[in-house]
């Protein structure tokens, strides 16, 4: 009775392998970039701090969607509405509630991104937080750092096998390592040209735009190769 070969996973004479890691890293121009916007009021009466928080969370979304198409995402998070308390005698009481409303812009216009964030800063009672740059999930950037790491486990190979005096036969395992992106959409850290400011009302003519240098992003990818090679020369 007959039974297949049991497989060799470091070859053998006559099939050597050799195995090698390819890696790739480029730095590449952002796509888009996030903001944070937090919007705040506060008053001694609770509907009326409500009421004052309202129109300016109304006037913040207005202002972000009239960008149009540069937007990609608008997003409401967290909204509280906080009483103030302070001991009056014996017992408590309310002196003031806060409200507060947070808000996700994310923009692929840095022009835009730029007048916009002035804009925002200019408004009253508004925090402003980033930019986070960023790529998307689909980026090319993404699929040309894996082509490159797959490039150079080749050439790698291809080098071993030369200074062997053999060249390379076949592929056997093409590994992934899952580590394409070092700076993922989850938002590299901001680059320090805008982080948290919050204004008064300015005068009529607004605020200039700000002049925002995206920081270029870091693209990793690695792979493990497994290939034979025909038998060495030694």
């Known amino acids: ?44 009466d609770r509907r009326a701090a409500l009421e004052d928080l309202t129109r300016r969370n109304n006037t913040v979304l207005d202002l972000v969607k009239s960008y149009g198409e540069p937007v990609e995402k608008l997003e409401t998070g967290a909204f509280s509405i906080t009483p103030e308390l302070t001991r009056h005698g014996r017992g408590e009481r309310v002196r003031a509630y806060h409200g507060r409303v947070h808000i996700t812009a994310e923009l692929n216009d840095f022009t835009a991104l730029g007048e916009l964030t002035s804009r925002l800063a ?29 490039l150079e486990a080749v ?9 062997l005096g053999a060249d390379l036969a076949a592929l056997v395992e093409l590994a992934d ?45 690695q792979v493990n190769a497994r290939f034979t090679m025909t038998p060495p020369v030694l």
Request: hydrophobic share 40%.
């Open 1 to 44: 009775m007959t039974q297949d070969a049991t497989p060799q996973p470091y070859g053998t004479p006559d099939v050597p392998r050799v195995a090698v890691r390819g890696e790739a890293h480029l730095d590449v121009d952002p796509e888009i970039a996030r903001i944070g916007i937090t919007v705040t009021a506060r008053g001694t």
């Open 177 to 221: 390592l899952g580590a394409e992106n070092a700076t993922p959409v989850a938002m590299a850290a901001p680059a320090g040209m805008l982080r948290s400011m919050t204004y008064g009302a300015q005068d009529d003519a607004g605020a200039p735009p700000l002049d925002l240098e995206p920081q270029r992003q870091s693209v990793h990818a």
């Open 122 to 150: 200019d408004l009253e009672l508004t925090e402003i937080d980033g930019p986070w740059w960023a790529l998307r999930p689909t980026s090319p950037a993404h699929g040309e750092a894996r082509r490159q790491a797959v």
């Open 155 to 163: 050439q790698r190979a291809r080098e071993y096998a030369h200074a």
